[in-house]
């Protein structure tokens, strides 16, 4: 045996064991939380459809910049929100909608994601003696509308969440959370104007019309300030995301929401291991008897492919998540990579008969097969990233989960074929373990 054929060995050996190392401990979740990341039509999850009231836009921005704005800002509430692999898309003009694989508590999801998230302050009302206004519980009646200041370019603008540089965890000194921010250079300018002539006095801070603190302002402040509501830690995180994520440009107003039974997920997941097993097991019974020995070295070939692909899902379960067509393009793939071992079989199949030995009909016959499975295998990926492409732009994000699935499987199918099922076919002939032609399928 070549020390080459010991090295490439050694390496499949150490990949194979990295593979299992990955999928093994992950037990009965291989389908499922801690392993996989499932899609919605697999996991179960939450199937939310909003309508935006165009009709309350900035009337200087279009309604396709409108809609792709309150995207944009969704999309970063919910990966704060830690939702796996959401899917949020346009749908006619004014509708959105939103899928949350696994996502539980739908209720805190609906509150983030629909509150427009509008930061601004209210002050106290006065009556005409200038004295507080108090409604009849006793409580500081605060104008309904937003307090303005002075800009640096002269203009009188109220004080709202645009102006708002950042907003971060932070806690009292009796460990309650309070939401700390920071406003950029015009918000400070504005918010030292707004405190300065309410010191001594309560100033409302509101989020979407709803007062959520009203704290006594003791001195004048400008860059710098705090949130105090008693929230809980969820609540104070949930309020830091929406004033991070900026107000969203349209109000919307949830017309759909539907739960995903898991049930349906573990019965489609059921279904197709079901049909891969059967078709896999029909499919190695078929290369053993009509490829002989290299069948039974495609067999083991193809096992260590498909350990390679789950352990590519698992450790990349954050960035790719397994859905229906995922499964379907999964099996696809499997598929193709045995396609490339009987390109690989009957082209050496064809040099034996032509009387070539052993140890050349498989060069030669690897050397004749690689353009052949080259050609093909990138007609596939061409057609992946086609599919790929189409279905980020149409919105058809299923079909992207397949050829993402397709594209891996296609490449990774050329990677075994070349050092995984070449270098066990080397060291069988190097080795002289089966020297009779009818091992390979060839008639003596």
Same mark, same amino acid.
């Given at each position: 045996?070549?020390?080459?054929?010991?090295?490439?060995?050694?390496?499949?050996?150490?990949?194979?064991?990295?593979?299992?190392?990955?999928? =093994?401990? =992950?037990?009965?979740?291989?389908?499922?939380?801690?392993?996989?990341?499932?899609?919605?039509?697999?996991?179960?999850?939450?199937?939310?459809?909003?309508?935006?009231?165009?009709?309350?836009?900035?009337?200087?921005?279009?309604?396709?910049?409108?809609?792709?704005?309150?995207?944009?800002?969704?999309?970063?509430?919910?990966?704060?929100?830690? #939702?796996? !692999?959401?899917?949020?898309?346009?749908?006619?003009?004014?509708?959105?909608?939103? @899928?949350?694989?696994?996502?539980?508590?739908?209720?805190? $999801?609906?509150?983030?994601?629909?509150?427009?998230?509008?930061?601004?302050?209210?002050?106290?009302?006065?009556?005409?003696?200038?004295?507080?206004?108090?409604?009849?519980?006793?409580?500081?009646?605060?104008?309904?509308?937003?307090?303005?200041?002075?800009?640096?370019?002269? %203009?009188?603008?109220?004080?709202?969440?645009?102006?708002?540089?950042? /907003?971060?965890? %932070?806690?009292?000194?009796?460990? =309650?959370?309070?939401?700390?921010?920071?406003?950029?250079?015009?918000?400070?300018?504005?918010? !030292? @104007?707004?405190?300065?002539?309410?010191?001594?006095?309560?100033?409302?801070?509101?989020?979407?019309?709803?007062?959520?603190?009203?704290?006594? =302002?003791?001195?004048?402040?400008?860059?710098?300030?705090?949130?105090?509501? *008693?929230?809980?830690?969820?609540?104070?995180?949930?309020?830091?995301?929406?004033?991070?994520?900026?107000?969203? %440009?349209?109000?919307?107003?949830?017309?759909?929401?539907?739960?995903?039974?898991?049930?349906?997920? $573990?019965?489609?997941? *059921?279904?197709?291991?079901? /049909?891969?097993?059967?078709?896999?097991?029909?499919?190695?019974?078929?290369?053993?008897?009509?490829?002989?020995?290299?069948?039974?070295? +495609?067999?083991?070939?193809?096992?260590?492919?498909?350990?390679?692909?789950?352990?590519?899902?698992?450790?990349?379960?954050?960035?790719?998540?397994?859905?229906?067509?995922?499964? /379907? +393009?999964?099996?696809?793939?499997?598929?193709?990579?045995?396609?490339?071992?009987?390109?690989?079989?009957?082209?050496?199949?064809?040099?034996?008969? /032509?009387?070539?030995?052993?140890?050349?009909?498989?060069?030669?016959?690897?050397?004749? &097969?690689?353009? &052949?499975?080259?050609?093909?295998?990138?007609?596939?990926?061409? #057609?992946?990233?086609?599919?790929?492409?189409?279905?980020?732009?149409?919105? $058809?994000?299923?079909?992207?989960?397949?050829?993402?699935?397709? #594209?891996?499987?296609?490449?990774?199918?050329?990677?075994?074929?070349?050092?995984?099922?070449?270098?066990?076919?080397?060291?069988?002939?190097?080795?002289?373990?089966?020297?009779?032609?009818?091992?390979?399928?060839?008639?003596?």
């Amino acid at each position: 045996m070549k020390r080459r054929d010991i090295a490439l060995l050694t390496l499949i050996v150490v990949l194979l064991g990295l593979s299992l190392a990955s999928i =093994v401990p =992950v037990n009965s979740n291989l389908l499922g939380p801690g392993g996989l990341t499932l899609g919605l039509d697999l996991r179960g999850g939450s199937h939310l459809l909003y309508k935006a009231d165009l009709s309350k836009k900035d009337p200087s921005v279009s309604d396709e910049q409108a809609m792709a704005s309150a995207i944009e800002k969704i999309q970063r509430r919910i990966n704060e929100f830690g #939702a796996a !692999e959401p899917t949020i898309q346009k749908q006619g003009t004014d509708r959105i909608l939103v @899928q949350l694989p696994g996502v539980k508590d739908i209720t805190r $999801a609906i509150g983030l994601i629909g509150d427009t998230g509008l930061l601004y302050f209210r002050e106290l009302e006065v009556d005409a003696s200038g004295n507080p206004v108090i409604d009849s519980e006793g409580n500081y009646v605060f104008s309904e509308e937003a307090a303005t200041a002075e800009s640096t370019n002269g %203009d009188e603008i109220p004080l709202t969440g645009q102006y708002l540089k950042s /907003a971060t965890q %932070d806690f009292d000194d009796y460990g =309650v959370p309070v939401v700390a921010f920071e406003w950029t250079s015009e918000g400070a300018h504005l918010f !030292e @104007q707004i405190t300065r002539r309410n010191v001594q006095k309560p100033l409302a801070i509101a989020l979407d019309d709803e007062i959520i603190s009203a704290p006594m =302002v003791n001195a004048v402040i400008s860059a710098r300030g705090q949130i105090e509501g *008693r929230f809980t830690l969820e609540e104070s995180t949930d309020l830091i995301n929406k004033l991070n994520s900026g107000a969203l %440009d349209v109000p919307l107003e949830i017309i759909d929401q539907r739960d995903v039974d898991a049930t349906l997920g $573990a019965d489609s997941i *059921r279904k197709s291991l079901l /049909a891969a097993s059967i078709g896999l097991l029909m499919l190695l019974i078929l290369m053993i008897f009509y490829y002989r020995m290299p069948g039974v070295l +495609a067999c083991i070939s193809l096992a260590i492919y498909s350990a390679m692909l789950l352990a590519l899902f698992n450790v990349f379960s954050a960035q790719l998540t397994l859905t229906l067509p995922g499964i /379907a +393009a999964f099996i696809l793939s499997l598929g193709m990579a045995v396609d490339a071992n009987v390109l690989i079989f009957e082209r050496v199949k064809e040099e034996l008969r /032509a009387g070539r030995s052993l140890s050349s009909s498989v060069e030669v016959g690897f050397d004749r &097969a690689w353009s &052949a499975i080259w050609d093909s295998n990138i007609t596939t990926l061409i #057609a992946c990233v086609i599919l790929f492409w189409l279905g980020g732009t149409f919105g $058809a994000y299923m079909v992207r989960g397949f050829a993402l699935t397709l #594209a891996i499987g296609v490449a990774l199918s050329m990677f075994t074929a070349v050092l995984v099922t070449r270098t066990f076919l080397r060291v069988v002939v190097s080795t002289k373990m089966f020297t009779n032609l009818r091992a390979y399928g060839v008639k003596s």
